[in-house]
């Protein structure tokens, strides 16, 4: 695995790739990579010729009250696993390389970055849409792997590709879990031994909130009731919404989603399910 940090090194990269008539997957992270990030790396090696894991802690979708400077950041370690999981090149750039000037045009996510976690997180998905479009013209790549845990991310990147037609496919991911259904997060270090053992009952509110949907009741209460009993955070939200239009009436396939503040992590997850039939 080839490491690279700058831009035209990439490009350098790229251009051979794209004159040997190679397909290119990005699995974009900002390290401190786990399980879920590996799997996104496995599917991308399947599917494509060349892969390219991007490793950048893009300080445009961190809000000043939140965890950029503390965010864990381990390069060796990430490094062995990408090499690891088969990627062909990291990019790792700095901060400079990424953003040498200030933006003069700004990306603003629509009304999908109007709920969940775009309500606590103002200007959040606005970062994540400025980083992934460099990416996407960095690399150049056919497929892009993005993980169903973010499930918001998810939607609005989907739509962003579309409404502007960005030439190449975004992948979804499975969400990877810890045995006891704790959705894999890099956050989940900054969970106390007590939190950590309160976590999974995130996943729990879900699948109860989704039985209650199937009965035809309303989930938010009976889940919000779960998690004030059963775990010490604070809930940021609990939203059901179509999916991935994520406003306007549910249609065939709804996403309930929920946030909670623990002391030092804010964990997020969500399931996706078909409104009719099995699922
Ligand atoms: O999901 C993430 O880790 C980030 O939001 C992403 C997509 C790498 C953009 O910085």
């Not at 894991?53 to 809000?63: D, H, I, K, R, W």
């Not at 918001?152 to 502007?164: K, P």
């Not at 919000?224 to 249609?251: A, C, N, R, V």
């Amino acid at each position: 695995m080839k490491t690279i940090t700058t831009i035209d090194e990439l490009k350098k990269w790229v251009r051979k790739k794209k004159h040997a008539n190679a397909s290119i997957g990005l699995v974009p992270t900002m390290g401190a990579l786990h399980d879920g990030h590996l799997s996104l790396l496995k599917k991308a090696r399947k599917e494509n010729d060349a892969v390219v894991m991007s490793l950048f802690v893009n300080p445009a979708q961190f809000g000043p009250d939140e965890d950029f400077d503390r965010y864990p950041r381990d390069f060796d370690r990430d490094h062995g696993l990408a090499e690891a999981a088969g990627a062909d090149v990291l990019f790792a750039p700095t901060t400079e390389e990424m953003y040498p000037t200030q933006s003069r045009i700004a990306i603003h996510a629509g009304e999908q970055a109007q709920v969940m976690c775009g309500v606590s997180r103002p200007g959040h998905f606005d970062g994540v849409l400025k980083v992934v479009t460099k990416l996407f013209h960095l690399t150049e790549a056919d497929r892009a792997y993005f993980g169903q845990k973010d499930a918001q991310q998810l939607a609005i990147i989907e739509a962003f590709v579309r409404d502007y037609d960005f030439p190449l496919t975004i992948v979804r991911g499975e969400t990877v879990r810890e045995e006891d259904g704790l959705a894999k997060s890099s956050r989940n270090v900054y969970l106390t031994e007590t939190e950590r053992m309160e976590a999974p009952h995130l996943q729990k509110a879900l699948q109860l909130g989704t039985a209650l949907y199937r009965e035809g009741k309303d989930p938010i209460p009976e889940m919000t009731d779960y998690i004030q009993h059963h775990t010490s955070g604070k809930i940021d939200y609990i939203e059901l919404h179509s999916f991935p239009d994520l406003h306007g009436p549910i249609t065939n396939e709804a996403a309930l989603a929920i946030a909670v503040q623990f002391g030092g992590a804010r964990l997020i997850d969500n399931t996706i399910f078909k409104t009719k039939g099995p699922n």
